[in-house]
């Protein structure tokens, strides 16, 4: 059975950090394409970033240099380091997982930023 559970989300005012992990079992970790994505109210799911099984990276332009994404195939975890956080950017926080032609998400961690 696959899970992916996301913690690290929470309440933080305008300009500060956190950290998201994302924990998975029952997949090949390795050799998954691992992603963050995000969905505010009354707004489509959107993709935050996204790291290959080869640590390549790619960022939505809302979130460079601001969010870090990282793996640690050790640990079969994703992170997703936010720094400088703004309004705009509060949002349930998804992990995915994708394998073609396979994918699995995780239950959303909500992160909410105080201006």
């Known amino acids: 059975q696959v899970q992916l559970v996301e913690s690290g989300g929470g309440l933080v005012q305008a300009g500060g950090s956190l950290r998201l992990s994302c924990a998975a079992s029952?997949?090949?970790?390795?050799?998954?394409?691992m992603g963050w994505y995000r969905q505010a109210p009354g707004k489509q799911r959107e993709l935050v970033a996204t790291?290959?099984?080869?640590?390549?990276?790619n960022y939505a332009d809302s979130v460079k240099g601001r969010f870090t994404i990282s793996r640690d195939n050790t640990k079969n975890t994703v992170y997703l380091q936010m720094n400088s956080l703004k309004p705009e950017d509060t949002a349930v926080y998804y992990c995915?997982?994708?394998?073609?032609?396979?994918?699995?998400w995780g239950q959303g961690t909500q992160v909410t930023v105080s201006s």
């Open positions: 995915k997982a994708s394998l073609t032609p396979y994918e699995y």
């Open positions: 029952g997949i090949i970790f390795s050799l998954n394409t």
């Open positions: 790291i290959s099984r080869r640590s390549s990276t």
